[in-house]
């Protein structure tokens, strides 16, 4: 994992490369898949969600307009009514779903074939040729809350 110090002039410190960054250096990590953290230089606490937070927040300043004002109302709705884990929650969900789907590779057209109605579909993967054994247990995992599902139905039912 790569360690970037944030010293108070506010500058970026790789130290693994043992050179100063910038924000654009760390957009380009993230493009890389590259694991990092970002460190206070005195007070040694991890200020990784800050700036990250500041990277989005320059990009919306710059006219790249991706958050809607109504979802960051909500946030800091959440955060007022100390209900940011549930905002946690949701976004983590949605950070899930929005991998299982694909859609940071094959873009939100993926999306259009999702199926609320068909839930399985989002705790499966699409079957590859091969499958890994994590891969194999997560649909098993679905198959059997797929089950549970249906069992839940005809309980139910039967108590009508």
Do not use: C, W
Not at 22 to 28: H, K, N, R
Not at 34 to 46: H, L, M, P
Not at 61 to 69: M, Y
Not at 103 to 117: I, K, L, S, V, W
């Amino acid at each position: 994992m790569i360690e970037i110090k944030k010293y108070s002039n506010r500058r970026l410190y790789n130290t693994n490369t043992s050179s100063y960054i910038t924000q654009d250096d760390i957009v380009e990590l993230i493009k890389k898949s590259e694991k990092f953290k970002i460190i206070d230089a005195d007070s040694k606490k991890d200020i990784t969600p800050a700036i990250l937070t500041q990277i989005i927040l320059d990009k919306e300043t710059a006219g790249i307009n991706l958050v809607p004002v109504d979802f960051l109302k909500q946030i800091i709705l959440y955060y007022e009514n100390n209900k940011s884990s549930d905002m946690f929650g949701y976004l983590n969900h949605m950070l899930n779903f929005a991998n299982t789907n694909n859609m940071y590779t094959d873009g939100f057209a993926q999306m259009m074939n999702f199926n609320p109605f068909n839930m399985q579909s989002i705790f499966t993967k699409p079957k590859k040729e091969e499958e890994t054994p994590q891969e194999k247990n997560e649909g098993d995992l679905a198959s059997e809350l797929a089950n549970l599902k249906n069992q839940l139905n005809e309980i139910k039912k039967s108590l009508k």
